[in-house]
């Protein structure tokens, strides 16, 4: 008896929870509700206005508006819109990207919706990168995992297994190395690729929050602790791991190398998986693993960008417009439009199911259950966009010429002073 | 001063030729080459490395079918026409009775008005970029195809005007000298005697302006963004996605891409190579 009262209890938690608006206002809504998005792409942007079509028929007394415009002419227009003429919800990005916006009291501080134990419970993963100084200012609806996407008919043929931990993650590669291959395919020529190398190594020998007070400009480049990250990178430049030449590919173009086996690894996002199956690699032939932990002191944290969905500080309508961002994180909804033949990436909704991939079901576990330092945006979200491209830089060129580092860190040092201040 | 004609050198130096010639133009052709062989080669050719080998799979009908029913190809293509062709119109119409002006007038401003407008010509793009763009946007032109249009209409009028002008003086002066003495007035002169033979020119800077405004990919980025505005040139970007860059797909667009300019070069022949040496010769 008293399983079966739960049992219905939680399941008119559910209904409650995921028609948002209706039950939880115990109202419908009215009034204009207009929303601006850049998915201009046309998977997503079928996806988001399937979404909004659901919205619709939940609240049909409400009169939405939907503007989809250039995922590159967002970038420049944001500022504009949000100021001048503000729709009352617009998607973006967590973290860093949003900071500007929030300190320029753009942004509506939507820490109420946070409150609910619901979302406080379901969407905890992403809870820091929307969070500055301690409120939440808007709410995530996609992410994806990053991580060791790796050729494992190359780790059978070599008897290898999965890495743990460094020791083992450098025994692999040696192995790797001495049977003429290279471990690791990197396109480093439009930078941002090193910055992925940068924020694994640096969040798994320092922990995720030395890697955000470095981002934030807190930090000396000429720390020993970021030395330590360097000389950790350092090992594996010594070894002959990466790819030759690798500035002058672009990620795509270093996809051919871990394809024709002569690189095993490739850290990059779950995106990399669509091509490597293009190309013909069966899912025997590709797996996936978390970064090893370097530091055992540290926990283990994980770069995920975030794409989220903000209400305007000068929005008209709130009330509907925290009414949709409630919608969009819903269980159900997060399901549907992250799912294989929409987004194709992971929900943000701890409760949410992913589909029957196995790179989507071990990348969601992964940041659900096994991310506990926190998880990043990526280096050229975290750091503030002129950080971003001197670092990325230096990197690069750290990849090339390691023993140049100390002349990098000064530069990087000195750009922190100017940047930050 | 000119070279020896080829039939009348020695029998050792003309089958060097014969066997140079193709070499050039396959070294020549090699970029256009590649982009017709990306065309036709299927997305996992680029994954596996296989650039410049033979393509694993015949795709052709499939990237070119996506091209035009899978992708906002077409729409771009329409507003390349909507562009180039109220362009080619405006500067051809306006530079006609500027050069007119300018070509039989003899009043005290003419040669300092004629150089402000062959010295529009020496103005670098880049140095207008902000405030074309700054100007376009108080207008409320900014990415429109009328702003644009009026853009180009305004820049190669400057152009227009050099080489109109300079074939109106080489007309005879008599042809307009007895049209005044029978009291023709001189509107009528205009579109009477001096249109009439004027018609090479026109032909001649039409398809010289038509290959010009289609290949423009400055203004294009600068003055529009999006699907409703943008020509094609700029429009082939629009195959790069969020995270992957469609090469077989940004190939097939560009060749079909070029085949208006390049039909019009073949169809009108005779009239762009008189018109790249008519405006130089005076």
Not at chain 1, 5 to 14: F, P, S
Not at chain 2, 168 to 178: D, K, M, Q, T, V
Not at chain 2, 179 to 199: D, H, Q, S, T, Y
Not at chain 2, 237 to 244: D, G, I, K, L, V
Request: with cysteine; proline share 5%.
């Amino acid at each position: 008896m008293r399983s079966t009262l739960k049992a219905a209890l939680a399941a008119l938690a559910t209904v409650a929870f995921t028609s948002g608006g209706t039950f939880g206002d115990g109202h419908s809504l009215t009034g204009n509700l207009k929303i601006f998005l850049d998915t201009s792409n046309p998977a997503p942007r079928a996806t988001m206005e399937a979404m909004i079509g659901r919205f619709q028929e939940m609240h049909p007394d409400l009169e939405i508006d939907v503007t989809v415009i250039d995922r590159e002419e967002y970038k420049t227009q944001i500022r504009n819109f949000l100021s001048a003429n503000p729709p009352d919800v617009a998607n973006w990005y967590a973290a860093n990207r949003m900071r500007p916006y929030v300190e320029a009291g753009l942004f509506e501080d939507v820490s109420d919706l946070w409150q609910d134990p619901e979302i406080a419970a379901n969407l905890a993963s992403t809870k820091g990168a929307l969070t500055i100084d301690g409120k939440q200012w808007g709410v995530p609806y996609t992410y994806y995992q990053w991580g060791v996407y790796y050729r494992k008919d190359i780790y059978e043929e070599l008897g290898l297994s999965e890495a743990a931990d460094w020791e083992q993650f450098v025994a692999n590669c040696q192995a790797i190395l001495d049977s003429g291959r290279k471990c690791f395919t990197i396109g480093t020529k439009f930078l941002w690729t090193a910055g992925g190398w940068f924020d694994y190594l640096n969040m798994r020998t320092n922990g995720f929050d030395f890697h955000m007070s470095l981002a934030a400009g807190d930090v000396s480049w000429e720390d020993d602790r970021v030395r330590q990250t360097f000389a950790n990178w350092r090992q594996l430049i010594d070894m002959g791991a990466f790819i030759d030449n690798h500035q002058t590919y672009s990620w795509q173009e270093a996809l051919p190398f871990i394809v024709n086996g002569e690189a095993v690894h490739y850290l990059m996002g779950n995106f990399a998986v669509a091509p490597l199956r293009d190309a013909g690699l069966t899912d025997d032939q590709i797996d996936f693993y978390q970064f090893p932990v370097i530091n055992s002191a540290v926990l283990l944290a994980e770069d995920a960008p975030t794409d989220t969905f903000h209400i305007p500080a000068n929005a008209e309508n709130k009330e509907a417009a925290r009414a949709f961002l409630k919608f969009v994180v819903s269980e159900d909804e997060q399901t549907e439009i992250n799912n294989g033949s929409n987004l194709g990436q992971l929900p943000v909704n701890a409760k949410s199911s992913v589909d029957d991939d196995k790179f989507l079901r071990e990348g969601f576990a992964m940041l659900s259950t096994n991310s506990p330092g926190g998880v990043a945006q990526f280096w050229d979200r975290d750091a503030p966009a002129e950080m971003a491209k001197v670092s990325m830089e230096g990197f690069q060129e750290f990849m090339v010429k390691p023993d140049d580092l100390d002349r990098i860190l000064s530069r990087l040092e000195r750009a922190r002073q100017r940047i930050y201040n | 001063m000119f070279p020896t004609p080829i039939e009348r050198t020695s029998r050792a130096w003309q089958l060097t030729y014969r066997m140079l010639l193709p070499a050039a133009l396959i070294m020549w052709l090699l970029p256009l080459i590649a982009v017709a062989i990306f065309s036709i080669k299927p997305a996992a050719d680029f994954t596996t490395g296989n650039y410049w080998g033979w393509p694993s799979a015949f795709e052709g009908f499939t990237n070119y079918g996506k091209v035009f029913f899978e992708s906002d190809m077409p729409r771009y293509l329409l507003n390349s026409v909507f562009i180039t062709l109220p362009t080619v119109a405006g500067a051809v119409i306006l530079s006609s009775m500027t050069g007119f002006a300018l070509g039989i007038y003899r009043f005290r401003a003419n040669i300092l008005i004629f150089f402000m407008f062959v010295a529009g010509n020496f103005v670098p793009f880049q140095i207008l970029m902000v405030p074309v763009r700054d100007l376009t946007l108080q207008l409320g032109l900014y990415n429109t195809i009328t702003g644009l249009v009026l853009f180009h209409v305004a820049f190669q009028t400057g152009f227009c005007t050099l080489f109109m002008r300079n074939f109106i003086r080489a007309l005879p002066f008599e042809l307009i000298e007895a049209a005044r003495v029978e009291g023709v007035n001189e509107f009528r002169i205009f579109w009477f005697v001096v249109l009439p033979l004027m018609k090479p020119a026109i032909a001649a800077l039409a398809v010289l302006i038509f290959t010009f405004i289609w290949n423009d990919y400055f203004w294009a980025v600068v003055l529009t963004q999006g699907v409703e505005t943008q020509p094609v040139t700029a429009g082939i970007t629009s195959f790069n996605a969020q995270y992957r860059a469609a090469y077989h797909l940004m190939s097939a667009g560009s060749i079909i891409a070029a085949l208006p300019p390049v039909l019009m070069f073949f169809l009108m022949q005779r009239h762009f190579i008189a018109g790249l040496t008519l405006g130089a010769v005076k």
